[in-house]
């Protein structure tokens, strides 16, 4: 048995989403005739109280389109430290659209209005680039599957309109959110002037991931999807997988969220670990002591046929994300084999 959790990117389209897939009516999209395409653009928009939503091949994609749609080159994005459109969009920001980024030091990828305040580069004062975006994720990726308050993304809202900023939500993961809080998707759409999410995370699809917004700004999001490569044709596939799984596999989260705080409490008693970040969705973030070399953890894991995200998250943090294709066996399995590591 191979136990795959360094992501919940890696799960294979059940035979369900397949004939979804396989029965979809398509039409070149480029030419604005996929049916499925148009199915799942309206149904996000209804979901999110949106006017429009845009399907896209990738998040990074649809959060590049949403920078460029919020700034213009010079300008100046404020984000987290941690935030995906920083570190793990290939330097997009300043590739695509000319714009640095401000960071801030927040916790777990979670800032508060604040630290917002603190960050915004006063209008008139022209020697320094000009602040016109906000972007915050939920939940964030590097932050563990951290899950934002409504109240303060409402207190940044608030920031954000006095001061003429856009409001992005990069929602790669919004649905574990959604499923965690309880929330209603449309107090998202309230808030936020352009959403990102994925299908392609933990709701199991192969490929696809859309941006939702108000017509006013998403009007010019068609030309700059086509510039970055990402008009596609009969993409209706890929569509009704989406659809699918936005139909069946949010309310199931919830199972990958308790494998994940049960992963959590089996590490906290490993020798070798020193915190485990608090575990709120799908994703268990944790610190290994500097003493020991990480290639001394991954040996033994791999020998368990056990995969980690171990690099990506920084020197001494391993990631380990839970996912549709996680069974029970497989969750038996690893809790069996974490209670009897020794290092
Ligand atoms: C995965 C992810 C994305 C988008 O990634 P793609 O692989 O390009 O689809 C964006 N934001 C966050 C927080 C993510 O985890």
């Known amino acids: 048995m191979h136990v795959d959790l360094r992501s919940d990117t890696i799960t294979i389209p059940s035979k369900e989403m397949l004939s979804a897939i396989l029965s979809a009516k398509v039409g070149d999209d480029v030419y604005g005739e996929d049916p499925t395409v148009r199915e799942l653009e309206k149904k ?17 994609m649809a959060n590049q389109t949403a920078i460029k749609l919020h700034t213009n080159p010079g300008d100046q994005v404020i984000c987290d430290k941690y935030s995906h459109v920083f570190n793990y969009e290939g330097g997009g920001g300043a590739f695509n659209s000319g714009v640095s980024f401000k960071l801030i030091n927040g916790n777990r990828g979670m800032f508060n209005s604040n630290q917002l305040l603190e ?10 680039p000009l602040s016109s975006l906000v972007t915050i994720e939920n939940t964030t990726n590097k932050g563990g599957g951290a899950c934002w308050d ?37 107090e998202y759409g309230d808030i936020f002037d352009t959403i990102s999410v994925c299908f392609s995370k933990g709701l199991g ?3 696809g991931s859309a941006l939702i917004g108000r017509n006013q700004i998403m009007k010019k999001a068609i030309r700059i999807r086509k510039i970055l490569g990402g ?37 906290v008693n490993l020798s070798f670990v020193n915190k485990v970040e608090e575990v709120e969705t799908n994703i268990i973030v944790f610190e290994i002591d500097k003493k020991i070399k990480k290639n001394t ?43 009897s590591i020794k290092i």
């Open 119 to 128: 960050s915004i580069n006063p209008k008139e004062f022209y020697h320094s």
């Open 205 to 207: 699809c192969p490929i």
């Open 44 to 60: 996000l928009a209804v979901m999110f109280g949106m006017d429009m939503a845009m399907f896209f091949p990738s998040g990074t």
């Open 150 to 186: 409504m109240n303060e993304i409402k207190n940044i809202k608030k920031i954000c309109k006095e001061n003429n900023l856009g409001l992005h939500l990069d929602g790669a993961r919004i649905w574990n959110a959604l499923v965690k809080k309880e929330e209603n998707p449309l």
């Open 231 to 267: 008009a596609m044709r009969q993409s209706g596939y890929l569509a009704a997988a989406s659809i699918f799984a936005l139909d069946n596999n949010i309310k199931r989260l919830k199972e990958d969220h308790i494998k994940a705080k049960e992963i959590g409490k089996e590490l």
């Open 297 to 339: 953890i991954v040996d033994v894991f791999k020998k368990l046929n056990i995969s980690f995200d171990w690099y990506s998250m920084g020197i001494n943090k391993i990631r380990i994300v839970t996912h549709l294709d996680y069974t029970k066996e497989k969750h038996d399995y690893l809790l069996t084999k974490i209670n």
